[in-house]
């Protein structure tokens, strides 16, 4: 029966390490990795998004909430941001900007801060 055990775990150890380092799928790599195409909102180029997306994780950090240096921010002693932020910037990092600017865009209106306009 130990034996089993043993198995088991070994199979479900080795099954857990293969689905934590799969590359497949939007958000599979590492932020910013490049290994997805990037996917842009309606009406924005990627490269209008990326600046755009940028533009609003900026101005989270200045005024809401900090995102740290490891998704673009600078240090600084105010609240950390929540995870929905962190991952709608890990979002458009990876070049998925439909995903993390409506996200972004949400939380500074919660936080009664003004969105910045998306590029014309």
Do not use: H, W
Request: glycine share 14%.
């Amino acid at each position: 029966m130990a034996r089993l055990a043993v198995k088991a775990f070994g199979v479900v150890a080795l099954l857990g390490a293969a689905a934590c380092n799969s590359p497949a799928g939007q958000g599979g790599g590492e932020a910013g990795s490049g290994l997805q195409r990037p996917v842009a909102p309606r009406g924005m180029t990627a490269a209008q998004a990326a600046s755009y997306c940028t533009q609003l994780a900026q101005t989270y950090n200045d005024y809401v909430g900090s995102i740290g240096p490891a998704l673009g921010g600078t240090p600084s002693m105010g609240p950390q941001a929540d995870l929905d932020t962190k991952v709608a910037i890990a979002s458009c990092q990876d070049g998925n900007y439909a995903a993390g600017i409506p996200v972004l865009q949400q939380k500074l209106r919660d936080a009664r801060v003004a969105v910045p306009p998306p590029p014309v």
